[in-house]
């Protein structure tokens, strides 16, 4: 098999029909895979690609990454590239077009057939991160009427293009669904038979402004295959299917991640990111949370005369603010991703802050307990010391744990995307409260 040493070689010593010989017998992505690996040199990535055979170019080119095609596309012929694109499925070609200047674009589309033209137009209408933006139009259609002998050689005739023939849909005159019917039901059925009579009429659709993330959701809860795609008028458009639902959960994720770490979502790679780019994308909310951080220092400012006065309480400052953050930050990982998973909604609030507390007062409890044995065994500071800095703990962490839960599900209800209430952000505002907590028990304790 060829590995990227050997196609390397090959192409070294101009090679080209033994490179030609051995991509014939591998799998589309695992090419793919090799020519992405050349990005070192544009190009080689371009000979070996005019090397392919037609009958998988076309298919190597929708596993590469999107700016590994950009560059292909771009130093073909428009002639070559419009061949790709009428190859391609209309999905992955109109994920390619929204990522090309509009006068490449213009010209490319050009040199597509009709069909590919409209296709390509008809996806790139829908907002995106849409169900209409990532649904593919490639699907079976079929009518009510139909035999199952004549659904077969429907099948037979125009399947070879078809994004998938598992699941065929059937519709009426105005193109509104009326059923779904599998090529294993027509299979098993009799060649009279009719379609109308054998399809399943409880079809579940997805409505074409649905969210991405919605339609993963979806899929996740029905475990489909495919899912077909309707507008506002129930006519079916296009279908989804669950390799398209895989690349929606990794980005999805991804952004998650990045919100969460209070970093500004980016569709490159790390390694493709420049480093500019990757300061642009950290440095908002680095600089956001340093300046919201300034408030903690202003509180300390405030209770200069307690800490004057006891200056043992400074050093317990720090001990409350990571663990009021990291408590804050477990509650607010766990509702964001149950939010993202669909198992908590709004009304579900009053129910997840009652848990959280109930967690909070065993935690800061189990905390106060451990810390009070070492305040007198190891710190031996006096009773009401110990006192201040045990009950803040409870106090803290029972409050950093309702905003951890309280704030995702507020930021949800009001549109937001509540991995932004992350750990960072949270840390940040129960900092702030952890020294308003601990100072107020210290005056009214010691009399400060």
């Given at each position: 098999m060829l590995d990227i040493k050997t196609l390397q070689e090959c192409i070294e010593h101009k090679q080209y029909a033994r490179i030609r010989s051995e991509v014939m017998d591998m799998n589309e992505a695992d090419i793919a895979s090799m020519l992405e690996e050349l990005e070192g040199s544009e190009s080689d990535q371009l000979k070996v690609f005019r090397i392919l055979p037609k009958a998988i170019a076309a298919d190597v080119f929708s596993y590469l990454p999107i700016e590994v095609e950009r560059k292909i596309i771009t130093s073909l012929t428009e002639r070559e590239a419009a061949n790709i694109i009428d190859n391609l499925y209309a999905d992955d070609a109109s994920d390619l077009m929204e990522e090309m200047p509009a006068g490449v674009v213009k010209r490319l589309l050009a040199q597509t057939t009709p069909e590919t033209r409209r296709d390509i137009n008809h996806l790139l209408q829908y907002p995106e991160d849409s169900a209409g933006s990532v649904m593919t139009v490639e699907y079976v259609d079929l009518k009510e009427e139909y035999t199952v002998g004549q659904a077969i050689e429907r099948i037979r005739r125009t399947g070879i293009d078809k994004e998938t023939i598992n699941t065929c849909y059937v519709i009426n005159q105005n193109r509104k669904i009326r059923g779904t019917i599998s090529l294993r039901m027509l299979l098993l059925?009799?060649?009279?038979?009719?379609?109308?009579?054998?399809?399943?009429?409880?079809?579940?659709?997805?409505?074409?402004?649905?969210?991405?993330?919605?339609?993963?959701?979806?899929?996740?809860?029905?475990?489909?295959?495919?899912?077909?795609?309707?507008?506002?008028?129930?006519?079916?458009?296009?279908?989804?299917?669950?390799?398209?639902?895989?690349?929606?959960?990794?980005?999805?994720?991804?952004?998650?991640?990045?919100?969460?770490?209070?970093?500004?979502?980016?569709?490159?790679?790390?390694?493709?990111?420049?480093?500019?780019?990757?300061?642009?994308?950290?440095?908002?909310?680095?600089?956001?949370?340093?300046?919201?951080?300034?408030?903690?220092?202003?509180?300390?400012?405030?209770?200069?005369?307690?800490?004057?006065?006891?200056?043992?309480?400074?050093?317990?400052?720090?001990?409350?603010?990571?663990?009021?953050?990291?408590?804050?930050?477990?509650?607010?990982?766990?509702?964001?991703?149950?939010?993202?998973?669909?198992?908590?909604?709004?009304?579900?609030?009053?129910?997840?802050?009652?848990?959280?507390?109930?967690?909070?007062?065993?935690?800061?409890?189990?905390?106060a307990v451990v810390n009070y044995g070492k305040l007198l065994l190891f710190d031996h500071v006096g009773m009401q010391v110990a006192l201040v800095v045990c009950l803040t703990m409870v106090v803290t962490v029972v409050v950093a744990k309702i905003v951890g839960c309280v704030l995702p599900i507020l930021a949800k209800q009001v549109g937001f995307d509540p991995a932004v209430m992350a750990s960072p952000f949270i840390t940040t505002i129960v900092d702030a409260i952890s020294l308003v907590i601990y100072f107020q028990i210290a005056t009214r304790i010691l009399g400060l």
């Open positions: 059925s009799q060649p009279d038979a009719k379609i109308g009579e054998l399809m399943e009429e409880n079809v579940i659709t997805i409505n074409t402004m649905m969210d991405q993330e919605e339609v993963a959701h979806q899929f996740q809860k029905y475990d489909f295959d495919a899912m077909p795609v309707v507008d506002s008028e129930n006519r079916l458009v296009g279908i989804i299917t669950v390799d398209d639902v895989m690349d929606i959960i990794e980005q999805e994720a991804t952004e998650d991640i990045e919100m969460m770490a209070a970093i500004t979502p980016t569709d490159k790679p790390y390694m493709k990111t420049s480093v500019f780019e990757t300061f642009q994308k950290r440095i908002p909310w680095l600089l956001f949370l340093m300046i919201s951080a300034t408030f903690t220092g202003k509180i300390i400012q405030g209770y200069q005369n307690a800490l004057a006065a006891y200056s043992v309480l400074t050093m317990y400052i720090p001990m409350f603010m990571d663990t009021g953050g990291n408590a804050g930050g477990q509650a607010s990982v766990t509702i964001i991703r149950s939010i993202s998973l669909g198992e908590i909604e709004f009304r579900d609030a009053l129910r997840v802050i009652w848990k959280e507390i109930r967690v909070a007062v065993l935690c800061g409890i189990t905390l």
